[in-house]
């Protein structure tokens, strides 16, 4: 079964409106022959700019977290039924900076993807691990677990729209990418885990990017092995002809 590619970019903590706007404007002509599906992955104060800039273009828009409860007492935070509102599409689940920084769990990230499904967004769930857990062996069972519980309790429909980046968390940022090969069998464990849970033909099914230092030199070379199907791209995606390179590899 030939699965789509999915090129996603994530601005995490950057990029103002008008920013936005001038970004959006500059990339679209530059992708829109692609067969490639675009996203942008954008701040909260972004998106309602971003959508209405994206409309008529083959360009769709992300947001970066969500709360899982649809509303209540909690300060600072925006619900799935708020971004799908207002026409948001994607949301980044489980992100490596939001586990790091924010707490996030495995069991948080559960809910989280549920309720993205149960408000019609497509998740898009990263998993990976740290360089200590990798020169201790332990990458396949930590990315293997990470897998199994964010999509434990969902049905197989839900498991085959789910986005799973695989993002190795040393590689994020540090310029360090893992190799094609390195990252190709990672998503291929991520890939069996699934289908250990799911079935093979659910897993064939679910998109399964790479993240970690995606750049125009080195997309053409993750993006073309077997089990990789698109990136999602962190520094590279803030400039407009160099995002355009890795959505067009």
């Not at 030939?2 to 970004?23: Q, T």
């Not at 309720?115 to 360089?131: M, R």
């Not at 434990?152 to 540090?174: C, D």
């Not at 790479?210 to 092995?225: I, Q």
Request: net charge negative.
């Amino acid at each position: 079964m030939e699965r789509r590619k999915v090129i996603a970019g994530n601005w995490k903590m950057n990029m103002l409106p008008n920013e936005a706007i001038d970004f959006i404007t500059e990339l679209t002509p530059l992708v829109k022959d692609t067969k490639n599906e675009v996203i942008l992955c954008v701040p909260f104060i972004d998106l309602f700019y971003a959508l209405l800039n994206v409309q008529d273009t083959n360009i769709k828009i992300g947001a970066q977290n969500m709360h899982f409860e649809e509303k209540g007492a909690y300060t600072g935070e925006v619900s799935g039924k708020m971004l799908k509102s207002i026409g948001v599409e994607y949301v980044i689940i489980g992100h490596s900076e939001r586990r790091a920084y924010f707490a996030e769990t495995d069991e948080t990230v559960n809910k989280k993807i549920k309720s993205a499904f149960a408000n019609d967004l497509k998740p898009i769930v990263c998993v990976g691990e740290t360089l200590e857990q990798r020169e201790k062996g332990e990458q396949v069972e930590v990315i293997t677990k990470q897998t199994k519980l964010a999509i434990e309790g969902l049905t197989p429909e839900q498991v085959k729209n789910t986005i799973v980046a695989y993002e190795p968390i040393w590689a994020i940022g540090t310029g360090k990418t893992a190799t094609s090969d390195d990252a190709n069998t990672s998503i291929q464990k991520i890939r069996e885990e699934i289908a250990k849970n799911y079935g093979k033909e659910v897993a064939e099914c679910v998109i399964i990017q790479y993240g970690g230092s995606v750049k125009s030199e080195n997309a053409k070379e993750l993006f073309t092995k077997s089990d990789i199907d698109g990136g999602l791209v962190g520094g590279a995606s803030l400039k407009a002809e160099e995002f355009a390179k890795i959505v067009n590899y």
